[in-house]
């Protein structure tokens, strides 16, 4: 089994900071993408920042040049920096691993829980 475990998020005021933080564990052989989604109350899931397979990083464009995706991959883990939040920002924000257990030969997506950004104005 595999679990995604995320933390940091809260509330915080407008042009504020924090920083989210997503652990995978459990049977993993490989992770050939993470990264991180959110969806708002009423709208569509929909990518914030990730890391492809390649390695490079996608951002949505309205979170270009205020947030920023890291990843330590000796622990299986990945980070969400976000700084000048906004109120359109507040999101459940997802973590989101493409994980390939050991003898395996497929990858599949795994979903973290959900942890919650409040934005205030």
């Known amino acids: 089994q595999v679990q995604l475990v995320e933390s940091g998020g809260g509330l915080v005021q407008a042009g504020g900071s924090l920083k989210l933080s997503c652990a995978a564990s459990g049977s993993i052989f490989s992770i050939s993408k993470m990264g991180w989604y959110r969806q708002a109350p009423g709208k569509q899931r929909e990518l914030a920042a990730a890391f492809t397979s390649g390695g490079s990083t996608n951002y949505a464009d309205s979170v270009k040049g205020r947030f920023t995706i890291s990843r330590d991959n000796a622990k299986n883990t990945v980070y969400l920096q976000m700084n000048s939040l906004k109120p359109e920002d507040t999101a459940v924000y997802y973590c989101?691993?493409?994980?390939?257990?050991?003898?395996?030969?497929?990858?599949?997506?795994?979903w973290g829980q959900g942890t919650q950004v409040t934005v205030s104005s």
């Open positions: 989101n691993a493409r994980i390939i257990p050991p003898y395996a030969i497929q990858s599949r997506d795994y």
